[in-house]
């Protein structure tokens, strides 16, 4: 099965400060996201990237950066932490084939802003 | 952007019975349209999709229809156990390609014994 880490598991971080959440795939999809998860808003696309050197902007990137140095690794970056950022952010990645296109998420990072 | 609208946010059945959830969606070019099931404190995962080429898709005990036409898609669980009890939520593929998923706000079923 496809396997998507991220890290670290939990983090809190204080409000001005950066955070970076790390992902690291090795199913060698193109394909990687980062999403947050609040309840009532579901999962939200921050940013994405169709492969190495990539990034593009989704549904809510202000507040944030990412980078895709490589195949495997697609970090978030949050140069100064608000605490409206406390939230979960999920990892995902996937092959972006016609034929589907299933993602596979990681563990979650729980990220607490005070 | 793209929006996923996604009903009910709470549902509660009795085990045995059948739970439907509903999604709609405003961009007539999306055509991918899966669902993720969540357990607590887990990961979202793929539980069943279909494409716009298909009205109805069932595996096993889910059954997913898509309305085109009115823009809308369900899911339905039957004969429900209390291991379906999980976060489920609906997706739609953006504009830009079927690699990009805009998700519903989610629904939180709960199967009472």
């Known amino acids: 099965e496809a396997a998507v880490t991220q890290s670290p598991r939990n983090k809190v971080a204080v409000t001005g400060g950066k955070v970076t959440l790390s992902c690291n795939q090795t199913n060698n999809h193109n394909n990687m996201y980062w999403y947050r998860q609040d309840t009532g808003h579901g999962l939200r696309l921050i940013h994405y990237s169709y492969g190495a050197g990539s990034t593009e902007k989704g549904d809510i990137p202000d507040g944030y950066k990412a980078s895709r140095p490589s195949q495997e690794n697609f970090s978030l970056i949050l140069e100064l932490a608000t605490p409206s950022q406390t939230s979960v952010y999920f990892c995902a990645s996937g092959d972006g084939a016609t034929s589907g296109n299933t993602l596979y998420f990681g563990e979650g990072s729980r990220l607490i802003v005070v | 952007g793209e929006q996923v609208e996604q009903l009910p946010s709470i549902l509660r059945v009795q085990e045995g019975s059948s739970a439907s959830i509903n999604c709609s969606y405003e961009?007539?070019?999306?055509?991918?349209f899966p669902w993720y099931k969540q357990e607590p404190g887990e990961n979202p995962k793929l539980i069943i999709d279909i494409r716009s080429n298909m009205e109805r898709k069932q595996i096993q005990e889910l059954i997913v229809l898509l309305d085109k036409k009115a823009k809308r898609f369900s899911l339905h669980i039957t004969d429900t156990q209390p291991g379906d009890s999980a976060m489920y939520f609906c997706a739609a593929s953006g504009s830009s390609g079927s690699w990009q998923l805009i998700f519903g706000s989610g629904t939180q079923l709960t199967v009472m014994p």
């Open positions: 961009d007539s070019a999306s055509n991918y």
